[in-house]
């Protein structure tokens, strides 16, 4: 569970990063146009932050981590394409903010994060099924309380 927390805490700091880095790149360039910049800090905020501290939650109830392998797989994969993604969101943002295209190696790069965070979500969900379908885990208060007074 602490690399849970540890992991929405890096990202927590990444957005607050790529937020200061938006707003000072467009005031030295003098730009106020639309760009990716604009929005990766709230991407990173909630898909990155805020998703890992439910997953937190999440694990604290139902031990998502106990599915071994394919727990590992979603977090692995989750991470590699978010940070793939927004990477890549920052990399076109800041060509545009500098006036400067990017090139198909950024899209492509974008896609590729994009797919693997898709792939991470389907076995986050498929975790969390499974977690939750599994009889060792209580599935109400009256269960929980008749388990704890046996």
Known sequence: MKTLLNTAHIYMIIGLISGFYYREITKVEHF??????????????????????????????????????????????YNIGLAI??????????????????GEAIAIGAGVGHILLAVGLILFFITVGKSIDDSRTPHSAAVFAEQEAL
């Open 85 to 102: 993604t927004v990477v890549s969101m920052t990399l076109h943002g800041t060509l545009t903010v500098l006036g400067k295209s990017s």
């Open 32 to 77: 106020t146009g639309q760009s990716q910049l604009g929005v990766v800090h709230t991407h990173v905020l909630a898909l990155g932050m805020l998703f890992f501290l439910i997953v937190l939650a999440l694990e604290k109830q139902f031990t998502l981590s106990a599915r071994g392998s394919l727990y590992g797989w979603f977090f692995w994969l």
